[in-house]
């Protein structure tokens, strides 16, 4: 009898335990949670999202989801650059979970055409 109990007891615990899981689990921000947040974020000037023209450099997902993106404009000049910068913040906010949100504008190196996506340079 007593090893009945201990094994419905354990048996039911592993259940609280996975149901548990599924209540309170938070999923984890990724790095690809965050590159599709940025690839609807569009530079109106070439009508292509920021992620293809190359203006990532980097992403950084750290503990509890606060996510850090280094990235460039196409020139330094470029009037957009607020409108692009708030847009991109606006996008990483909406992601389910997301921490702290920074975006930090760098401009070495210099951005290049070189740096599009294959789908960029070549579309028509």
Not at 21 to 44: H, N, R, W
Not at 86 to 91: G, I, N, T
Not at 104 to 116: G, T
Request: hydrophobic share 45%; charged share 25%.
């Amino acid at each position: 009898m007593f090893c009945t109990f201990v094994c419905l007891v354990k048996d039911y615990s592993e259940k609280i335990k996975y149901w548990l899981g599924e209540i309170y689990s938070v999923k984890m921000i990724t790095k690809k949670d965050v590159v599709e947040a940025l690839s609807q974020c569009k530079d109106p000037e070439l009508d292509a999202d920021i992620v293809n023209l190359g203006l990532i450099y980097g992403i950084n997902v750290a503990e509890p989801g606060d996510v850090k993106i280094t990235l460039t404009m196409t020139s330094a000049m470029c009037p957009v650059t607020s409108l692009i910068l708030a847009d991109a913040q606006l996008r990483l906010e909406s992601i389910p979970n997301i921490g702290k949100v920074e975006l930090e504008l760098v401009w070495d190196p210099m951005w290049s055409p070189d740096m599009m996506s294959d789908e960029i340079k070549y579309r028509t």
